[in-house]
């Protein structure tokens, strides 16, 4: 079955940080960044079907440019075993998007190395 919905947002993939109390006032720079990062999925997420009951993502994160040219070319476009986890990533872009994700009651997730054409993720929603 077809997606309904399919976009590609060139943005570089967060998880979902631990709030507190205080961010509401003094706001620490990963909450910033993670407001940023919403307000980047909204503007590509427009005509977004807010009655989904399937999501599914593939997030592209970017190699670390400390890391051996070697070690980069093994890693690109392979799966992502580190941190951020997939669920704060699932978490930030549902907030972004949805009023109520409980909605949402299907979906694939994947974390993948920047395979050469930027970080980024690939969203597609099925509607019932």
Avoid at 63 to 85: A, C, F, N, Q
Avoid at 100 to 107: H, I, M, W
């Amino acid at each position: 079955m077809e997606p309904t919905w399919e976009k590609e947002i060139p943005v570089v993939p967060m998880g979902k940080p631990r709030m507190t109390r205080r961010d509401k006032w003094a706001k620490r720079p990963c909450v910033l960044r993670y407001y940023e990062f919403k307000d980047r999925i909204r503007e590509f997420t427009e005509t977004f079907p807010r009655d989904a009951i399937r999501i599914d993502w593939v997030a592209y994160l970017p190699i670390p440019k400390s890391w051996s040219k070697k070690k980069k070319e093994e890693t690109m476009g392979g799966l992502h075993r580190s941190k951020p986890d997939r669920d704060n990533i699932d978490k930030a872009i549902l907030d972004a998007i949805l009023k109520d994700d409980s909605l949402v009651a299907q979906g694939t997730l994947e974390k993948r190395w920047d395979d050469g054409n930027g970080p980024r993720i690939i969203l597609k929603a099925w509607k019932s």
